[in-house]
């Protein structure tokens, strides 16, 4: 677990690193320079692309997770495998062009009423996806040769700067709104191209294509695997992102910029979950390589322990800050419709970290069938559910849809986990956080009134820190949490 705790640390404060960049963007400089229906657009075209990308890649971040430990021996045969998976990597998406291009008048004709402006940027949504699947799997194989701080570190902090630049230039009147929305699909390319050139940089890509020295007899099943695993992945990513768009289409632009804000502002809670899962993911294929089921059940028994901690924390932080964070934003008025959809959607994610790994084991295992029936069942319900309580409850109806799903697929998933392989992630301790929580949640209903509400967010974020973080150590909840905080505690102390 000593990888494990060390490189998610790194990834963990890059993505927070990314996350204050992320909320300056989204909570001052777009809210400030941008109208809700710019912002709305901007966030339906990259959503639009990030829901596409699943169904371009063909399940193959998923296969190479799965497929590397059997494939790769050594530089050669890892040099063959990713130049392999780029290349059908650009074959998914060729099939997944042609069959846009036949269904897209039905398509976008769903847009027509409430946000047509999407449909004059059908072609740059394509672009974006390429690019996004490219991504994906240069990411995926990076997450294998356990290099993920550089990877993370453009991906969280690097494309971000870039679009606080371009929001920044569009306001001085450097550039168009249109040349914005061109842009920031320029900004992921160039993150596409340096990931690419740190691999290359770093001995991992090679452009020779020598895929004979590869275990042609794994082929059939890889490629079976990847489309077994497409259909779970599409449907993981329809959960995830169509309520943005059913929103667009519903609601209209307005209400998906207020909608993707709050989401945005709950989506932090997951971060670690992100980071944790990035460095899991490899240990636990190696593990089930390995038939080491009690391995698995250590990795998937303390993820899930530490994840519900940091995730209670952050949510607490944020349900409690919220009317703070609104009236520091520009606008913060009209975006303050969203407010109970930063909380619906934040138990939803904090849900979803305290079931721990638990995709990955059955994406891992030789079960995944049975996570790919699930995804596409709950995606269903998802589009059905949003399709009835949007346009009753509005936004809020797309969050009770997003986390009603969250927590029925990981109820579900804990339940065949627990069927087929006799092992959860539960203990004493999940109880013990979660009273820990409570607590800290209720003593801060009693706590800082002041006029001034930066210094407000910033006593009343100390208190809870102090508060929940004494009472996580105290208890000793996390063994890991402990350990690291003496660790750190101990190298402050020696250096004063």
Do not use: C
Request: aromatic share 14%; hydrophobic share 55%.
């Amino acid at each position: 677990m000593g990888i494990v705790i060390r490189q998610s640390i790194y990834s963990t404060i890059i993505s927070y690193v990314g996350v204050v960049i992320g909320y300056i963007n989204l909570l001052y400089l777009y809210p400030k320079f941008l109208s809700l229906e710019q912002v709305g657009l901007f966030r339906t075209i990259q959503d639009a692309a990030i829901l596409f990308s699943p169904f371009a890649q063909f399940g193959l971040t998923q296969s190479i997770f799965r497929f590397y430990p059997q494939l790769v021996k050594d530089k050669k045969s890892s040099h063959a495998f990713i130049s392999l998976m780029g290349l059908m990597a650009l074959m998914g998406f060729a099939v997944f062009f042609i069959v846009f291009k036949i269904f897209e008048t039905p398509l976008l004709s769903y847009f027509e009423v409430n946000a047509k402006e999407i449909i004059q940027y059908t072609t740059l949504v394509l672009w974006l996806t390429l690019i996004l699947v490219m991504v994906a799997v240069l990411e995926a194989y990076s997450r294998s040769v356990l290099r993920t701080v550089i990877p993370n570190l453009l991906r969280e902090v690097m494309a971000r700067l870039f679009l606080s630049v371009l929001v920044l230039l569009y306001f001085l009147g450097f550039i168009t709104f249109n040349q914005f929305i061109i842009g920031s699909v320029v900004s992921y390319l160039l993150w596409l191209l340096v990931l690419l050139f740190y691999l290359y940089q770093q001995g991992e890509v090679s452009f020779k294509m020598n895929f004979t020295i590869l275990d042609k007899t794994k082929f059939p099943e890889l490629i079976k695997y990847s489309l077994l695993s497409f259909a779970g992945m599409a449907g993981l990513i329809l959960i995830g992102k169509i309520d943005s768009l059913m929103v667009s289409a519903l609601l209209g632009l307005s209400a998906n910029a207020i909608y993707t804000t709050a989401f945005y502002m709950a989506a932090v809670i997951e971060i670690p979950k992100r980071a944790l899962s990035q460095i899991t993911m490899p240990l636990i294929s190696r593990a089930f390589e390995k038939n080491d089921l009690k391995e698995v059940a250590e990795l998937y028994r303390k993820t899930s322990i530490n994840q519900f901690i940091i995730g209670s924390f952050i949510l607490i932080g944020v349900w409690i800050n919220l009317d703070s964070l609104f009236l520091l934003m520009p606008n913060g008025a009209k975006y303050e419709a969203g407010k109970w959809v930063v909380v619906i959607v934040g138990i939803g994610k904090l849900t979803d970290m305290l079931f721990g790994p638990s995709s990955e084991i059955i994406v891992l295992s030789k079960y995944y069938k049975f996570n790919i029936i699930l995804i596409l069942l709950l995606a269903a319900i998802v589009i059905i559910s949003n399709n009835l309580l949007i346009p009753k409850y509005g936004i809020e109806g797309a969050a009770l849809g997003s986390a009603f799903a969250l927590i029925t697929f990981n109820v579900a998933k804990y339940i065949f986990i627990y069927v087929k392989y006799k092992i959860q992630p539960f203990e004493k301790t999940t109880l013990k956080v979660l009273i820990i929580a409570a607590i800290t949640f209720g003593v801060n209903q009693f706590s800082f009134n002041i006029d001034f509400v930066v210094l407000e967010i910033l006593l009343r974020s100390i208190f809870t820190t102090m508060v929940f973080g004494g009472l996580i150590l105290l208890s000793k909840v996390s063994p890991e949490a402990n350990e690291l905080f003496f660790k750190v505690l101990k190298k402050l102390l020696n250096k004063s």
